[in-house]
């Protein structure tokens, strides 16, 4: 069992920067692939950004040079820096986490992954 809880959610101008933060229980982490989700009001939730167990990192091209995904097993947390920020990026981002054997892959499918954390909210305001 994982679980996930996200933090450095807020409002920002557009250009702002955000950095968002994901801790993770116990003591799985290093096995576990992680993503960054996001959903909008009346949209689905889509991907962002995902890292695998060796750093491996997956980009969606919406945020592919403005977003950088990063992981410190050791602190059992995952990163979302989030620079650049556009109104269209607002949005609950989700961070996720799925058990693997695969140690260079991480999905880009929400419906891969297992453990999901309630939410942080980001606001860019225009």
């Known amino acids: 069992q994982v679980q996930l809880v996200e933090s450095g959610g807020g409002l920002v101008q557009a250009g702002g920067s955000l950095r968002l933060s994901c801790a993770a229980s116990g003591r799985t982490f290093s096995s576990c692939a992680m993503g960054w989700f996001r959903q909008a009001p009346g949209k689905e939730r889509e991907f962002v950004a995902a890292?695998?167990?060796?750093?491996?990192?997956y980009y969606a091209d919406s945020v592919k040079g403005r977003f950088t995904i990063s992981r410190d097993n050791a602190q059992n947390t995952v990163y979302l820096q989030m620079n650049s920020l556009k109104p269209e990026d607002t949005a609950v981002y989700y961070c996720a986490a799925v058990l693997t054997g695969n140690w260079w892959y991480a999905s880009i499918e929400p419906a891969e992954y297992d453990y999901w954390g309630q939410g942080t909210q980001v606001t860019v305001s225009s």
């Open positions: 890292i695998s167990r060796t750093s491996n990192t």
